[in-house]
């Protein structure tokens, strides 16, 4: 039960921080359509050969662009996006896309789907788990593409980081608010990787334990000592 009440609340503040990051970034640096207008009113013009460790600074254009100044902050100006993908991006999109149907397969997931009360609840968890992969994508592919249009002007950390990170990081520069949410984001983020590994060890040291240990190398084993070798298969593979 402390397993399940964790990951109830870790996937609470995960979908909280989910909706909200995507939030704030069109918030603050425009919705798709409004970045993929033709004459898109984010437009800036920046200078490309900042000195280095310096944020990139804002060129002053009017009827004549200097050769060391170019456009940025539209899709437009992003010219990948607009290319069709080569046949490797083509292989990691299927990679990915396959991975994502696969997500309910993994061990923990099924950890969790068996422990239903029901076929009815079995059913339901199962059906969500396929989904869930497909909708907690969207902020990060709302999050990855606005960081590729408007992240020319940003800090070189940020600039250099992923898409999450870099975006996390402008974020929490732009209000107390904003700086408590990702705060809250990256803490759940923590706490659902350190659930996972948790419950992989679970499931190694039972295999171990019951599997090997009691029904195949010691048939009259107490309880006790299968308790002992679990925690001795939990401890070493810590």
């Keep these: 039960k402390s397993v399940v009440l964790s990951d109830v609340v870790q996937a609470f503040l995960m979908l909280f921080g989910f909706v909200l990051l995507p939030t704030f970034v069109m918030a603050h640096y425009g919705s798709f359509a409004r970045l993929a207008q033709e004459f898109c ?3 800036f013009y920046i200078n490309t050969s900042p000195s280095s460790g310096e944020c990139p600074s804002s060129c002053q254009v009017g009827s ?3 050769d060391y100044c170019r456009a940025s902050g ?3 100006h992003v010219a990948h996006l607009y290319t069709y993908p080569p ?3 083509r292989f990691e999109m299927l990679f990915f896309i396959t991975t994502l149907l696969f997500f309910p397969l993994n061990p923990h997931m099924v950890q969790r ?3 239903a009360r029901n076929d009815r609840a079995f059913k339901l968890v199962l059906m969500v788990l396929f989904l869930m992969p497909f909708l907690a ?3 990060g592919i709302i999050t990855g593409i606005t960081k590729r249009v408007v992240e020319e002007n940003w800090d070189p950390a940020s600039q250099e980081a992923g898409a999450f990170a870099g975006v ?3 974020i929490m520069r732009k209000g107390s608010f904003e700086y408590l949410v990702v705060s809250i984001l990256n803490c759940a983020a923590l706490a659902a990787i350190m659930s996972t590994a948790d419950s ?3 499931g190694v040291s039972s295999t171990i334990s019951f599997d090997i240990f009691r029904d195949t190398l010691h048939p009259k084993a107490t309880d006790q000592e299968i308790v002992y070798v679990g925690y001795a298969v939990s401890v070493i593979m810590v």
């Design 41 to 43: 009113p984010n437009c």
């Design 64 to 66: 004549f662009v200097p």
């Design 74 to 76: 539209c899709m437009q």
């Design 87 to 89: 046949m490797e991006d």
């Design 113 to 115: 789907i068996y422990i």
């Design 137 to 139: 994508t969207m902020p």
């Design 168 to 170: 996390c990081l402008e």
């Design 200 to 202: 992989v060890i679970l």
